[in-house]
């Protein structure tokens, strides 16, 4: 085995879910330099959480939609424009198949006309 591939300041740290104000005491050796007084009236190195077991929609069974870069709403501008340009190139598809079907039309008419002429001319 490696030797020093564990770390060595393994210690009690007390996590704090900032949204729900839920704690807990668990092993840790992240850094952080807050310290915060527990339960049993000891100081351990306190490190602070956005989201827990406490307020995640999984395991609280509650839609909480948490919004603290602006992610929500710029993930729904994002799919508001994907719609419009969706439907906006469904359109011109649309659009497009029936000009062509009007020009062979006209097509039609104009050969119709040549051929009428050209029996014409022929006659003469």
Known sequence: M???????DYRLVVFQDTSSDFKILTRSCAPTTE???WEDGNDYPLIKVHVSSASHPF????EKIMD????VDKFKARAEAAAK???AKIAAAKKSEKKPVKKAAEKKEVTEEDTKESKTDSEK
């Open 59 to 62: 395991f609280t069974g509650e």
């Open 85 to 87: 340009a969706k439907e």
């Open 35 to 37: 310290t915060i007084k």
């Open 68 to 71: 603290i870069e602006g992610r």
């Open 2 to 8: 490696k030797k020093d591939l564990h770390p060595t």
